[in-house]
C-alpha cells in the first residue's frame, strides 16, 4: 500500500541554522508534492507545491527538493527562528493515487531562541 | 472572518449519540473534504465532494455520512458515535482543476470530538 513516512521524532535546533525535514513515500509515483505547515489547534496551510519533473523549488527561506529516483523529498528552513516552531507535513497527490492527496503524519520542529 | 469555518470546535458526547459536524467556506471553492486526524497518522480522508451533486467516499467512510447543502456548506454525520472516533476533525477546500488535482487544500481549525 502506498505510504508517506515523515521523522516521527522532534526536531531541535537552534535559532538561526538551517532546518531540515524529510519526506520518504513507497509504493507510489506522485506527480506533485505539497508542504503544510500546522500549528497547535489549527488547521493546516499550504506552503510549497512541487511537480515530479522539478527538482528544486524555493520561497523566502523555504527550499525543497523532490527526488523522484530517491523517493524522497527535503524540505529546508533557512535562518530559523522561533516562530517557524511547528509541525510540518508532506502530501502526495496524483498519478497512482489520481486526484486525491494522501498525507503524512508531520513532524514537529522546535526552534530555540 | 475565516474562509473555512467549522462548528463546533470542541465537542463531547456519549456513545451511541448522533453529531453532526458543518463546515462553511467563502472561498467560493467547488471542492470540499472532511479529514480525521489521529496522533501519529496522517489526516485520513472521509468523504469528498467536487460539486454540489456529487459526493464519494474516501478511505475511511464507514461511520460517517455527508450532505453537501450548497457550494458553501459540507456537513459531517457520526450516526451513532463510538469511542475510537474520537479525533480532530479537519474540513478542507479547494480549487477545480481539470486532470490531476495539484491545488492546494484550505483547512478549517478543526473540530476536537470526544466520545466517551
Known sequence: ?113 | DADVTQTPRNRITKTGKRIMLECSQTKGHDRMYWYRQDPGLGLRLIYYSFDVKDINKGEISDGYSVSRQAQAKFSLSLESAIPNQTALYFCATSETTTGTDNQPQHFGDGTRLSIL
Do not use: M
Not at chain 1, 506533485?32 to 499550504?46: A, H, N, S
Open chain 1, 1 to 113: 500500500s502506498q505510504k508517506i513516512e515523515q521523522n516521527s521524532e522532534a526536531l531541535n535546533i537552534q535559532e538561526g541554522k538551517t532546518a531540515t525535514l524529510t519526506c520518504n513515500y513507497t509504493n507510489y509515483s506522485p506527480a506533485y508534492l505539497q508542504w503544510y505547515r500546522q500549528d497547535p489547534g489549527r488547521g493546516p496551510v499550504f506552503l510549497l507545491l512541487i511537480r515530479e519533473n522539478e527538482k528544486e523549488k524555493r520561497k523566502e527561506r523555504l527550499k525543497v527538493t523532490f527526488d523522484t529516483t530517491l523517493k524522497q523529498s527535503l524540505f529546508h528552513i533557512t535562518a530559523s527562528q522561533p516562530a517557524d516552531s511547528a509541525t510540518y507535513l508532506c502530501a502526495l497527490g496524483g498519478n497512482t493515487g489520481g486526484f486525491k492527496t494522501i498525507f503524512g503524519a508531520g513532524t514537529r520542529l522546535f526552534v530555540k531562541a
